[in-house]
């Protein structure tokens, strides 16, 4: 059987990179990515969407593959001139190529048009080869329940503070993602869910990634409609995590660090969970009841293992 409209749901990095095995792995098919829209920030006026951009650049060859976000070539003028203004936040790196991408996408959000549609208008200039939509249109913003350090009382704070700032080592007691309650998935991101004859979950954060997306009302219900199957890939390979930090992130939900732990989280679609498919690592054995589990290499070390694990994904929807 080959697949004709895959739908992929993806954070940042890991995501992005997944992505590039899926497209190699079934180049005939139509993809579709869902991608979470809770790490975007507004920054000295501009809107900025970090794992859009991470997976339009990764996708359309223009990330910095080293750093795994932003601009390959990358230059860093405008951030030195706002620091040396004293302009705050000066933990987080806007390149000067990057900064061309936040002044279109904000001038066209500012215009009255829809994140879905700003997407479609940037990806046009650099042909991912898949269909990128954002989960919602809605603003969506994930912030981190900390204990103060100078009053001892907890404190949200935006989840790139936390992330990149604190490089996330506050202990954090809750994700808060504000604004959920009223979005809607994007334009397309049903249509997508009901056209599917595989939906694959990409080895992304569960919690502020994957989780993120699925919290967006009516989305979770689009997605256990779906016809197709649904198989998911562990982010978490010989019990640690591959990149990122969902270590700090999954025990703030009481989620085990392990293959199974977050297997167990999603849970088996015939028991109201998500999962028809597991992949897991060869070293991370999981009993996941309900889950179709498969040992198969997870590590995306070069863009052949990359592509054996989408194709074994893609396996793991024929049944
Ligand atoms: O660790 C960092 N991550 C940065 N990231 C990565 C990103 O914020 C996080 O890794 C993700 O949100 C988590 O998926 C950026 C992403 C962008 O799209 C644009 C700018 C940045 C800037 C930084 C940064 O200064 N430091």
Same mark, same amino acid.
């Given at each position: 059987?080959?697949?004709?409209?895959?739908?992929?749901?993806?954070?940042?990095?890991? #995501?992005?990179?997944?992505?590039?095995?899926?497209? @190699?792995? @079934?180049?005939?098919? /139509?993809?579709?990515?869902?991608?979470?829209?809770?790490?975007?920030?507004?920054?000295?006026?501009?809107?900025?969407?970090?794992?859009?951009?991470?997976?339009?650049? $990764?996708?359309?060859?223009?990330?910095?593959?080293?750093?795994?976000?932003?601009?390959?070539? +990358?230059?860093?003028?405008?951030?030195?001139?706002?620091?040396?203004? #004293?302009?705050?936040?000066?933990?987080?790196?806007? #390149?000067?190529?990057? %900064?061309? !991408?936040?002044?279109?996408?904000?001038?066209?959000?500012?215009?009255?048009? *829809? %994140?879905?549609?700003?997407?479609?208008?940037?990806?046009?200039?650099?042909? &991912?080869?898949?269909?990128?939509? &954002?989960?919602?249109?809605?603003?969506?913003?994930?912030?981190?329940?900390?204990?103060?350090?100078? $009053?001892?009382? *907890?404190?949200?704070?935006?989840?790139?503070?936390?992330?990149?700032?604190?490089?996330?080592?506050?202990? =954090?007691?809750?994700?808060?993602?504000?604004?959920?309650? =009223?979005?809607?998935?994007?334009?397309?991101?049903? /249509?997508?869910?009901?056209?599917?004859?595989?939906?694959?979950?990409? *080895?992304?954060? &569960?919690?502020?990634?994957?989780? $993120?997306?699925?919290?967006?009302?009516?989305?979770?219900?689009?997605?256990?409609? !779906?016809?197709?199957?649904?198989?998911?890939?562990? &982010?978490?390979?010989?019990?640690?995590?591959?990149?990122?930090?969902?270590?700090?992130?999954?025990?703030?939900?009481?989620? +085990?660090?392990? @293959?199974? #732990?977050?297997?167990?989280?999603?849970?088996?679609?015939?028991?109201?969970?998500?999962?028809?498919?597991?992949?897991?690592?060869?070293?991370?054995?999981?009993?996941?009841?309900?889950?179709?589990?498969?040992?198969?290499?997870?590590?995306?070390?070069?863009? /052949?293992?990359?592509?054996?694990?989408?194709?074994? @994904?893609?396996?793991?929807?024929?049944?």
């Amino acid at each position: 059987m080959r697949f004709v409209q895959i739908v992929v749901l993806a954070g940042g990095t890991g #995501g992005a990179r997944f992505l590039r095995g899926v497209r @190699a792995a @079934a180049p005939d098919a /139509e993809i579709t990515v869902v991608v979470n829209t809770g790490d975007d920030v507004t920054l000295h006026g501009l809107r900025i969407c970090p794992d859009l951009d991470t997976v339009v650049y $990764t996708l359309g060859g223009g990330i910095d593959e080293e750093r795994g976000w932003g601009r390959a070539g +990358e230059s860093w003028t405008v951030k030195e001139e706002l620091a040396a203004y #004293g302009a705050d936040p000066d933990w987080f790196g806007l #390149g000067d190529r990057d %900064l061309a !991408t936040h002044l279109i996408r904000t001038r066209m959000l500012d215009a009255g048009y *829809p %994140l879905s549609a700003v997407t479609a208008a940037l990806a046009d200039r650099w042909q &991912p080869g898949v269909t990128v939509l &954002p989960m919602s249109d809605q603003r969506v913003e994930t912030h981190v329940v900390v204990s103060d350090p100078e $009053t001892d009382r *907890p404190r949200a704070i935006h989840f790139q503070e936390w992330w990149v700032r604190h490089r996330a080592a506050l202990e =954090a007691s809750a994700f808060v993602q504000v604004g959920v309650d =009223a979005a809607r998935p994007a334009p397309g991101v049903a /249509e997508a869910f009901a056209a599917a004859d595989a939906v694959l979950l990409a *080895p992304s954060n &569960p919690v502020v990634s994957i989780g $993120t997306i699925l919290g967006v009302p009516d989305l979770r219900e689009a997605l256990l409609a !779906t016809p197709a199957r649904i198989a998911g890939v562990s &982010p978490i390979v010989g019990g640690a995590v591959v990149r990122g930090m969902a270590d700090r992130c999954l025990p703030v939900l009481g989620i +085990e660090v392990s @293959a199974e #732990g977050v297997g167990r989280h999603y849970g088996a679609r015939s028991d109201g969970g998500l999962l028809d498919a597991w992949l897991v690592a060869p070293e991370d054995p999981a009993d996941v009841p309900g889950v179709d589990v498969r040992q198969v290499p997870l590590l995306m070390s070069d863009p /052949e293992a990359t592509t054996a694990l989408a194709r074994a @994904a893609l396996d793991a929807c024929r049944g």
